[in-house]
């Protein structure tokens, strides 16, 4: 009996039918364009959220610490004093128009590289405003099939049909009545966020539980779950269930942090050894077995056998990528033509 799964022996599987789970914070973002955007636009993180959108004049007759206190803090003191309402709707417009204006760098990225490493069953739940995953999408969609993604807490680039319940790029048509998709409503940090009331959002949160509950692996890649998040980490708890039942699926975190404080962070989703823990993308399942995590993941943890990383190329123009991908995807083509 062969112990070892070569390389080719992995691009040849097709058994996974579970999702792999991202989910993404601004770590991700930072990490995908460590210099900024393709005009040098800085991405911003809670710390120093204030400074790198140039808030502090809005900010400075309010009466708050704006100085020391992190966005998270800022906006929560705003929100709860109704004297703040018209400021806090300018700081809206600004972060809206912020994040609306920023483009993903020519070459590929880390956004690049997770999409194309991932299938169409899997899912990548976003966080993040910023529209760099969208713009992501539309540059590979037509060359290969892609995970499904989710705006959880809105998206300057996503937009929707409230009538038609139809999802799609800010700006475009409905495909059933025509009219124009409306701006996804931006979830700001507050303690409670009631994540049913906006329709959009309520149906992007239920599609993420339930593919929690299904999924065979979760990865959480540069999301610190802030104080401000008590309610989305409660729904992702709810759906990934108690980690006594959870004993065979896998938790990856991708995060510059230490490994206890990530540890103590997410240990609710984390059964005794079944976690790791990458300082980087490319040290990840995804990025070491690009659109084969599940395969991979069978073979070591079911099979007991030794398998071989398959890395993706970091430095390798699109049509250098794709050409190197095309072979994955030729046998998941094959695979559902023999259904």
Avoid at 45 to 51: A, S, Y
Avoid at 89 to 107: G, P
Avoid at 276 to 304: C, K, L, M
Wanted: glycine share 4%; hydrophobic share 35%; proline share 4%.
């Amino acid at each position: 009996m062969e112990m070892e799964i070569s390389i080719q022996n992995e691009i040849n599987q097709i058994k996974m039918r579970k999702p792999h789970v991202v989910i993404l914070g601004a770590g991700a973002s930072r990490a995908a364009l460590p210099n900024g955007d393709k005009y040098s636009q800085r991405i911003p993180l809670m710390d120093n959220f204030v400074e790198i959108l140039e808030l502090g004049d809005l900010l400075h007759d309010s009466h708050i610490n704006f100085k020391s206190d992190n966005f998270e803090d800022i906006y929560s003191k705003l929100y709860k004093n109704k004297e703040h309402d018209k400021l806090r709707s300018k700081l809206e417009e600004r972060i809206y128009t912020y994040f609306k204006q920023m483009q993903i760098t020519d070459n590929p990225t880390i956004y690049d590289h997770l999409l194309l490493s991932l299938r169409d069953k899997d899912i990548v739940a976003t966080f993040n405003w910023d529209p760099f995953l969208i713009q992501t999408y539309q540059r590979n969609a037509s060359r290969f099939m892609l995970p499904r993604l989710l705006f959880l807490h809105g998206n300057v680039e996503a937009g929707y049909c409230e009538k038609d319940r139809i999802a799609g790029i800010n700006g475009n048509i409905c495909s059933r009545c025509g009219e124009a998709l409306k701006p996804t409503k931006l979830l700001y940090p507050i303690n409670k966020k009631d994540y049913h009331v906006d329709r959009f959002i309520g149906l992007q949160w239920k599609e993420l539980q339930y593919n929690l509950r299904n999924a065979f692996m979760i990865t959480i890649f540069g999301y610190s779950a802030p104080k401000s998040d008590v309610s989305a980490i409660e729904l992702m708890k709810l759906a990934w269930g108690e980690i006594e039942s959870r004993e065979m699926e896998q938790t990856e975190i991708i995060d510059i942090k230490s490994e206890d404080t990530l540890y103590n962070t997410w240990k609710p989703f984390m059964h005794t050894h079944h976690y790791d823990v990458h300082r980087s993308f490319y040290e990840s399942w995804i990025a070491n077995h690009p659109r084969r995590t599940g395969e991979a993941y069978i073979n070591q943890y079911f099979y007991t056998k030794f398998i071989n990383n398959n890395p993706i190329p970091k430095d390798l123009s699109f049509s250098e990528l794709w050409k190197w991908l095309e072979p994955l995807q030729d046998v998941e083509k094959q695979r559902e033509n023999d259904k």
